[in-house]
């Protein structure tokens, strides 16, 4: 006799609630990212995780395979948002994507004034062109503070901060800020389906940094974040918001543990 298992009890809404725009939890999540949106942190991180090592050649790749398809030979409008200190502008950047026009989009204006410090400091020929929008995604329009349109909007390591209803709402919002045949690359984070995921997640992430040498202090950071700061959700929402969105064409391009990557067209 099969056994039927309820979604419920496989996949329990076991994540943190998440801030509402202007309240305290908000501010605690910004002080959070100003604490480690750093260049130091970054290449921190690159050395301790894995998966992390995956996030950001995916990215790219996802990127240059489908304007490959969608919009060749164009010159990029792009959007980077939730843009933190840049690093996915950066990435773009390295890989050599024609860049036309670049806005970075976030809700600290002390990141934005840190990432285009960075920017001009490691790619100075595109600073003429980097624009910056602050904004909060958590209550404003995005088509009000952003309404391009854009070739190309990329958002990584930002949208595991927002409630499911918030995220579904911006992918509709994004789907019209797009051109025609226009490109988004979304990067979260999914709950894998394993017994005790986070505390095994943290416990990893944990090992490595530890095998570098990295201090308790930075060991703290990882497990306080994951515990309080993300939400994980399964890759069939994503798929749903998707599709409400009314994108012609998506699909997940890459997946390991906990690291999910959508690319899709306007």
């Keep these: 006799m099969p056994i039927h298992v309820k979604r419920t009890d496989l996949f329990p809404d076991d994540v943190n609630p998440l801030p509402t725009a202007g309240s305290r939890e908000q501010a605690a999540l910004v002080d959070d990212e100003l604490e480690i949106a750093t260049e130091a942190y970054f290449e921190r991180l690159q050395q301790f995780s894995e998966v992390t090592d995956n996030i950001y050649p995916e990215l790219i790749g996802a990127c240059r395979n489908v304007i490959a398809e969608a919009a060749p030979n164009r010159p990029l409008r792009?959007?980077?948002?939730?843009?933190?200190?840049?690093?996915?502008?950066?990435?773009?950047?390295a890989a050599d994507f024609q860049i036309a026009e670049l806005t970075l989009a976030d809700l600290s204006s002390e990141i934005l004034g840190r990432a285009t410090q960075l920017l001009a400091k490691r790619q100075p020929a595109i600073a003429g062109r980097v624009k910056t929008t602050q904004l909060d995604l958590?209550?404003?329009?995005?088509?009000a503070k952003c309404s391009g349109p854009y070739d190309l909007v990329v958002t990584c390591n930002a949208f595991q901060h927002f409630p499911r209803e918030r995220q579904a709402a911006l992918f509709a919002q994004i789907h019209e800020i797009l051109a025609p045949d226009g490109v988004f690359i979304f990067e979260s984070h999914f709950k894998p389906l394993r017994p005790r995921w986070k505390r095994t997640m943290i416990e990893s992430y944990q090992t490595r940094a530890r095998s570098h040498g990295a201090p308790a202090a930075f060991l703290d950071e990882i497990a306080d974040h994951i515990e309080n700061f993300h939400n994980y959700v399964n890759l069939y929402e994503v798929y749903n918001w998707l599709e409400s969105g009314q994108f012609s064409y998506f699909d997940c391009v890459f997946r390991k543990d906990e690291i999910g990557i959508f690319a899709a067209v306007r």
Excluded at 138 to 143: C, G, I, M, S, T
């Design 138 to 143: 958590l209550a404003d329009d995005l088509r």
């Design 78 to 93: 792009v959007l980077d948002l939730c843009s933190g200190i840049g690093i996915v502008s950066l990435e773009l950047l």
